[in-house]
């Protein structure tokens, strides 16, 4: 079954999974990791964050800032017809 998330939401699990992977070794609980470093950059309620931990089991490759389209890439998609000598 394919994932219909975007990517901004694939980006948003990494990052929050990479702010718990850097805290958890330190023996802060799940509920101080989100109080703390979670919730105030990303407004997340304790359940959907324990939902997104959950999430990563779905997510097979990860994200990176390249994979992210960017304004430009659609810039020629319609290029209109160039000026030809005839």
Same mark, same amino acid.
């Given at each position: /079954? @394919?994932?219909k998330r975007?990517m =901004?939401?694939?980006k948003?699990?990494?990052d929050i999974?990479?702010?718990? #992977?850097r805290?958890a070794? =330190?023996g *802060? !609980?799940?509920?101080e990791? %989100?109080r703390?470093y979670?919730?105030p950059?990303? %407004?997340? !309620?304790?359940?959907?964050?324990?939902?997104? /931990?959950?999430a990563?089991a779905? *997510?097979?490759?990860?994200?990176?800032? !390249?994979? /992210?389209? !960017? *304004?430009? #890439?659609f @810039?020629? $998609?319609?290029?209109?017809?160039?000026?030809t000598? $005839?």
């Open positions: /079954m @394919a994932d975007g =901004s939401y694939r948003r699990v990494e999974n990479r702010i718990y #992977d805290y070794r =330190s *802060l !609980s799940n509920r990791i %989100w703390r979670i919730y950059a990303y %407004w997340i !309620s304790e359940r959907t964050f324990y939902n997104i /931990m959950n990563t779905g *997510l097979e490759t990860p994200v990176v800032a !390249s994979d /992210m389209p !960017s *304004l430009f #890439d @810039a020629d $998609e319609n290029p209109e017809k160039e000026d000598d $005839e």
